[in-house]
Structure formats: C-alpha cells, structure tokens
C-alpha cells in the first residue's frame, strides 16, 4: 500500500531526527454495515477508511501522529512537529527492510473486496426476524445488524520490519423487542468470526431469532432483583465478560507498567481461586479475537495468564516489555491507523473445570443465576468493576424460582477471582468489542458456567 | 483539488446518476498530550479528513463514506453508495432538503486563533501531572492529559445547501490514584475552555485531589430506599444515557416508549426541560443541524408535561410535523436525531431545602450504558458519593448500587435547586435535583 521506497525515505528521517525506533502503520480497510428494522432493510452502508499511523519513540517517550495522506512530506511535516521538542543527534540507522508475511492461520473466502454478498445478508437476517416473530405475538419490533470489515495492513519500522496482514472480520445481531402492552424488554443473539461471509454455513438464523425472542419474553416476565450480597451462578459464554473487565484489563501492561493496576507486583503470586485458570490465546483459528500479528508485526502467542490460581504471565507489547521488563507476547493491537498500539486482550477466557451445574445451584440457599451478561467497566487502579447481568433467575432453597430484571455486579478484581470456587465443564466463547486507550478492537470471551461465592447484586427489591 | 471542487464533482455524478444527495466533509486537527512520571508519555499530532456521502434515488436512501481523496476513491464513494441505495427500502418521508442556505458559524467565537505554543502546552501537561503527583497519598496520575482540537464540517447538498462550521475545544483532565494503607481510589476532573489561557491547572489539580481524597474513606451504607441527589456532572450523563426518550427516530421506529405521550404528565411538574443550541456558552453550540436546517431551541418538558420530541426532516414528515433542527448525520452514520446541549430549568428550592434532612448525593456511576434499558427505563449502576444530613457530609459511600425505572424516577422529583451548573465538558448546564426514594444496595 505503501512504496517502500518512501516508507525507507520517511522512517530514515524520523530517526535523522533522534529517535530511537521509528513505525509506519498503514491501514485500508473496506466496512459494510447493512441494517434491518421492522421485517425491512433499514439501510446498506459502506466506506473505506485510509491512514497512515506514525510512530516515534525517544527513550521511553512515545510519539504519535497519523494523516490520511500519503505523500512523504506530509509524513515527514508530522514526524517534524511530533520530535519537535526533542531534537538530537541520530541514535540509530535504519536496518534494511527484511519482508516477510505471516503465516495464515484464519483463512477467508467471501471477503468484502470481492462481493459485499447483500442479497445473502439480507435473507439471512430476513430469516432471522421472521423466527424472532414467530415466536410469540409479544414479539412487537426486531433490529437485525450484519457487519463485515476487511483490514489490509502493512507494517515498516526501522528494525527492519517489513510485514502485511488481512483480516476479514464478520458478524451477524438480531434484536428482538417483546412488549405487552405496558412493558417493553429486550433479547439478542449475535455470531461473528474471523473469517468472511462462508460463516453462513456455520450459524442458523432461527437459532439466532429464536434465542432473541426467548430472551425478550423471558425479561418481560420477569420479576424486580433482589439485592444486597450473595452467591451468583454466572453462565458460560459471555458470562466471561466478568473475567475480561475484572482481571483481564489489570494484566495488560498498559496498566501495569503504569502502576495503575493492582496485580502490577502480583508475579508469580496466588491471585485467584485455585480453581481458577486462565488464558488469552490469539491462536485459536478463525476466532473473533484472532489475529495472525499483533499491530507491532509480532506473531501472535496463546498466553497463560493464571494457572492454579497463581499469576503467570501480563500481556506485553513492544513499549510495556521495555518498561516491565517482561517478553512481547505479540498482544500489540489498536482499533486503526489513528492509534498507537498498546497491549490488549486477544480471546481470553477461564479454562473448563469439573463443576456440575445442578450442584452449583443446588449449593445456594439465596442468590441469583446470571444465565446472560451484558456488558460493564472496570477502573484499573482500583480494580472495581460493574457488569450488567442481562438475563438473570432467582435462586432459592437451591432451586431456579423466577427470572429477574435489571441487575447489577459489582466488585473487585482481586475478590471476585478468590470468590470463584466452582467452575463447570460447558464451556464457550462469545464475541464482543473491547475499548480501551488503543480504541475497540475485536475480542472473544469465555469460560464454563462458574460459581462465585459472594458478590454485590443491586436489584430493585 | 479544492474542497469545494472536489465536493462539486461529487456532487455534479450524484445529479448525472438521477439522483439528489448531500455530501459532509469533516476535517479536523489535533494535539494531545500525556504526562507520566515528570515527562511526556504520550505526544500524539493527527490531521484527518472524511468524506461522508448520501443519496437518495427512486426514494431509496444509500449512504458510503472514503477517508481516501484520490479521484478513484471518491467515484467509488458515489457508486457504492447509488448502489447501496438500491437495496434499500423505499422510504418516502426522507428527502434531500430543498435548502439553499448559506451558513456559516464565527470562527472568531468558536475557533479563536490561540497563541500559545506546543511548549506551553507540554509545560501544562508536565505541571498536573507534577504537582497532583507531589500531594499527599498520591501513589500516581495514571490518566492525565492536554488536548487541542479544531474541528470543520462542510455541509453540500444538490440543492445548493452550503454550511460550514468550526470550533476548537481545548481541554485538560487529571485522575489522581491514592493509596492509604489496604484503601486505594482513583477520582478525577477535567476543564474545557476554547483559550488555553482560560485552563487553570491550580483549580483543577485541587478538585481532582479533593475528589479522590474524599472518597478514599468510603464504605457501603446498608440497603435501602434513600432521597437522592446527583451531582452536576452525573445528573447530564444520566439523562443522556436515557435521552432516547425525546427522539423522534425512536418513536418512529416503535421504540420510544414516550411516543404516544405528547401533552402528557410523564415528570413532576416542578421539571421543564429544554434543549438550547443556540447557548454560546456551552459545546453543544450548534448554528445548523447535519441535514442544514437552522438550530432553534426547544422545550421537550414543560412543567413536568411532554411537550415535544426531536425530529429531522424524516421524522418530522413521518409525524406530519416540521423538523426541530435536531438532524443527526456524521459521515459514516445515516440520517439520525440527536440533542445539541439539554438545559434544565432552575427551581425554587434554596440550599437549605434542598439538603434538609438525609440525602444521598452521587457524585459517580459506573455502567452507565450497560445498567440501563433506555425502552424500558430499567437501570441498575454501580455509584459512589456521600451521605449527608443537613447540608453536611456524614460519610463517604463506595461500593454501593442504585436501581430502579429512570422513566418512574421523573415522577419522584422532590426539589430542584435554584442554581444551575454546567458539567465540566460545557456540554449541559442543570440545577441540582433531589428524587425521593431510590433503591440503594450496600
């Protein structure tokens, strides 16, 4: 995308100007978002997005700029304000570009670049919408979402990087609206992967209707929470959101080399249950949070973030293995051109153990069965948290009694992971947008259905 | 090539297609700087340019954005969207306005030419972090910043609309993390100003240390139903989070559950909202509205009745009414609703009322967007604040939820203030305001 020529003429001027390490990121990638609303198609949008992301770095200062313009000068006149108040003497030559490109490990077949596949979106969605309805009359409305991306990039550095990369992202939402005449509530379904339009074959929009609607009627029914502290069951799947934002963003060096996370002295130290183990695996083939290099042209790892219960690696880019001392685990990722790589979570999730559900629920005299998380935050510093819990069931006497609405957990970090004493064998993962300082990036979530023994539940009852 | 020239031949293959259309430009350039242990972490410098088309054929509406400005990028903007419109459905309410205004915002006013150099700006930066950093228990500032942003959007249309707006923001943010034996806490602030010298770093690096100071103590209070009072900065965010309410969008899509309620009771009647555009002081300023229809401003709630939802063009012509100047569209986004800056009536209540007896004040939430259903009304959020009596802090709280139906919540407003504020973004100016009887879970 970008002639080497003027990639060598601008990065040997970037390091011209004092740096130590100088990138250029490019990015062209096609998006097409097609959107349906009351059994119709709402709309059909489409865009290339194109910029050129430059990074500069001077001791442990990380400069960063970006254009959407490609000529050399306009390169250079960033790289000139970027240094400006750090001009000196150059440091370091430029290595010859070595090219190489990765190994595919997510191969796509029906990618944007080659048919944005409308017709068959539609219908799928189409298909979708009419299981939604034909569930139930209560069903009042449904919003259906199919999103595909392609991202080409290429990587230069003055290390002599010189690398390329696609990823064909794809994913497919359907929301459903149940309404009684007084309450209205809410359900949705989405499948998504690394890989092109092919995943068709793979899903079953009446799987996805239909799991809309139960969820939809399910919280239209459904009674106001109980709260105070208690035990919550926490299902599989996108239940591992809790671990995501808990624990999973306080392992990333973003946080750590900040002391702004409270595991950043934690090495080597129980920090969990020891029923708890856990990994973020860049890895695994065509999976939503894949990738085959990370945004700093590294090959990916698969990482193990705890083991037992004791804390065995942070997820390091290039900048937070200088500045912790600990190896790259090729987890350098930014939403685009206009960020500058940090490191972030790639599929994370709490490996499957041997807890039988019905001894889970059975063990709890009062508490709740977190059968469907939403989304949540967390502040790194202090590590508290706050998920929404989505689709959500009373426990007591150790039976399931009736579904509840609007729930919140909230805690810490470092308790919930000790609160964790039953992890399950039904494990899965789901597919979500993680935003963070390098912007949204695609991530997968999971874990098995576990038990946790004690957390804040705000309800309304 | 111009923009003008480029937005003209955009423009001029539209019409030879047999369609109409209207073309944003946005443009944008910006600085932003971070500090950490005494020198820059972050320096980041970003020019940025947008090309955001929409047209409409045959009464079917496509859409396509290219951040590339090369000739072939730009006719493959205007075929992508012509054929993105064809699988569209028909949608006659929406049309290209048959607007030929010429508007333009004072750049003067809103984009002042700002003398201050980068190394003041560093110099800024490095002064929070150092001097936040240096207060007591103060472990470090992991989030800090300075930034400056100027912002221009370009509105063309086929029907000779030509609107051009502009603003700068500076801004500066601090969040101090304290740690005091097994008790940590992180708080914040920030300020915005369009004149760097109207920063004042002093200010904000004391409020952003007494905001976490504050709170470090903070334990759970126990469950209950408690009188609520939310700050100036979290009382905006909490009727954004539900701002749904108002759109004309949502109710022409079957989702706003206030559709049908127009001249109805839906608050108490002590509560008259409105949305006010045309307020300089504030950054939801806004001369025009994305499709170009002139900014006016406008009473949603009156004395606790409903008294009008947002619309644009489409909307409006759906409802058989007139657009509200409230038309929302970037250039990746279709044609949408949207508020410029909600301003809340002050009360009657002084001080003394208003912060008789125990009251709860929130002076934050978490989950803001994932503990709420803006159809239902239904939230449940993490919060933290201070318990009070009588005006006076009894003790800090953390660790706690509030719950309950935003929609029924409106109803339950026991006093509103008699002092209005602007949040710190200048993005919405409100009275305090004290709900009865919030679920609380400690």
């Known amino acids: ?461 | 090539m111009s923009i003008v020239s480029q937005a003209e031949q955009i423009l001029d293959r539209v019409r030879a297609a047999g369609a109409e259309g209207d073309l944003i430009i946005d443009q944008g350039e910006a600085l932003s700087l971070k500090a950490k242990d005494g020198a820059l972490e972050e320096h980041k410098v970003t020019s940025s340019q947008v090309f955001g088309l929409r047209v409409i054929k045959d009464n079917r509406v496509g859409t396509a954005y290219s951040e590339a400005a090369d000739g072939e990028s730009l006719v493959a903007l205007v075929d992508q969207a012509l054929l993105n419109a064809s699988y569209a459905a028909v949608e006659a309410h929406e049309k290209i306005l048959a607007n030929a205004l010429k508007l333009e915002t004072q750049d003067a006013q809103l984009s002042p030419i700002d003398q201050a150099t980068v190394a003041e700006k560093i110099e800024l930066a490095l002064t929070i972090e150092a001097r936040l950093a240096a207060k007591p228990m103060v472990k470090n500032v992991p989030y800090n910043g300075v930034q400056d942003s100027v912002g221009e959007r370009r509105v063309y249309s086929t029907t000779g609309l030509e609107a051009r707006s502009k603003a700068r923001m500076m801004h500066c943010y601090a969040y101090a993390l304290i740690e005091s034996g097994d008790k940590n806490a992180m708080e914040g602030i920030g300020q915005a100003a369009r004149r760097f010298v109207e920063l004042d770093p002093d200010r904000l690096v004391d409020q952003a240390y007494q905001n976490t100071f504050d709170i470090l103590q903070g334990a759970a209070i126990p469950s209950g139903k408690y009188d609520v009072i939310f700050d100036e900065e979290i009382l905006p965010s909490l009727f954004n989070v539900f701002s749904m309410m108002f759109s004309g969008k949502s109710a022409k899509d079957g989702v706003n559950p206030m559709r049908d309620k127009l001249g109805e009771e839906i608050a108490g009647s002590k509560l008259t909202v409105r949305d006010l555009p045309l307020d300089t002081d504030g950054f939801g300023y806004a001369l025009f509205d994305d499709e170009g229809t002139p900014a006016q401003a406008l009473c949603l709630i009156k004395e606790g009745a409903l008294s009008s939802l947002i619309h644009n063009s489409m909307t409006a012509s759906y409802f058989n009414s007139v657009s509200t100047g409230h038309g929302t569209r970037g250039p990746r986004s279709t044609l949408g609703v949207g508020l410029h800056q909600l301003e809340i009536d002050a009360g009657t209540a002084d001080d003394a009322a208003l912060h008789a007896g125990a009251y709860l004040v929130v002076t934050d939430l978490t989950g803001l967007h994932s503990g709420a259903n803006p159809i239902s009304g239904e939230f449940s959020f993490g919060a933290s604040g201070y318990l009070c009596r009588d005006g006076v802090r009894v003790q800090p709280v953390r660790g706690i939820t509030v719950a309950g139906n935003f929609y029924e919540l409106l109803k339950r407003i026991a006093l509103i203030g008699s002092e209005q504020h602007w949040n710190w973004a200048r993005s919405a100016k409100m009275p305090s305001i004290r709900f009865a009887d919030l679920s609380v879970s400690g």
């Open chain 1, 1 to 461: 995308m970008l002639q080497v020529t003027k990639a060598e003429d601008v990065i040997d001027h970037g390091l011209s100007l004092g740096a130590d390490f100088a990138e250029l990121f490019v990015e062209r990638s096609l998006t097409n978002a097609i959107s349906t609303l009351s059994s119709q198609v709402q709309s059909v949008e489409s865009g290339i997005d194109f910029g050129i992301g430059v990074r500069l770095v001077f001791g442990s200062k990380v400069l960063y700029g970006y254009t959407n313009k490609t000529e050399a000068e306009e390169l250079k006149r960033i790289m000139g304000e970027l240094a400006a108040m750090d001009l000196r003497d150059p440091r370091v030559s430029l290595q010859a570009f070595d090219y190489s490109a990765p190994v595919e490990h997510h191969p796509a077949h029906r990618i944007l670049s080659a048919d944005a596949d409308v017709d068959s979106k539609v219908a799928y969605l189409m298909a979708a919408d009419a299981a939604a309805r034909a569930s139930s009359n209560l069903i009042s409305q449904t919003r259906g979402a199919c999103r595909q991306k392609e991202q080409r990039i290429e990587i230069f550095n003055s290390e002599g990087l010189h690398t390329t990369d696609a990823r064909n992202y794809v994913r497919a939402t359907l929301t459903a609206i149940a309404s009684d005449g007084q309450d209205q509530a809410t359900g949705m379904w989405s499948d998504g992967g690394l890989l092109g339009w092919e995943i068709k074959e793979q899903v079953d929009p009446k799987k996805t209707g239909d799991e809309a609607a139960r969820q939809a009627l399910v919280n239209l029914g459904a009674k106001a929470c109980p709260s105070g502290r208690m035990p919550v069951v926490i299902g599989n799947g996108f239940g591992g959101v809790i671990f995501h934002e808990a624990c999973g963003h306080l392992l990333e060096t973003t946080s750590v080399a900040k002391k702004a996370s409270v595991f950043h002295d934690k090495m080597g130290e129980m920090i969990a249950n020891e029923a708890v183990s856990a990994v973020d695996d860049g890895t695994m083939a065509n999976e939503w949070g894949s990738i085959n290099i990370d945004d700093e042209g590294m090959q990916t790892q698969n990482t193990q973030l705890i083991k037992d219960g004791r804390l065995t690696s942070f997820l390091v880019d290039r900048l937070g293995a200088e500045q912790t001392g600990f190896e790259r685990t090729g987890s350098g990722r930014r939403e685009s051109y206009k960020y500058a790589p940090a490191s972030r979570m790639r599929n994370t999730f709490i490996e499957a153990g041997d807890a039988e559900f019905d001894d889970m629920i059975s063990s709890i005299d009062r508490g709740i069965y977190a059968a469907q998380m939403g989304g949540g935050s967390v502040q790194p510093g202090t590590g508290e948290f706050n998920f929404a819990v989505t689709e959500g069931y009373y426990i007591e006497n150790g039976k399931i009694q009736y579904p509840v609405k609007a729930a919140t957990l909230i805690s810490t970090g470092p308790a919930v992971l000790k609160e964790i004493s039953m992890v399950g064998k039904d494990f899965s993962l789901a597919c979500g947008m993680c935003g963070s300082v390098s912007g949204a990036v695609p991530t997968s979530v999971g874990q098995a259905t576990l038990k946790v023994d004690e957390i804040l539940v705000g309800g309304q009852a």
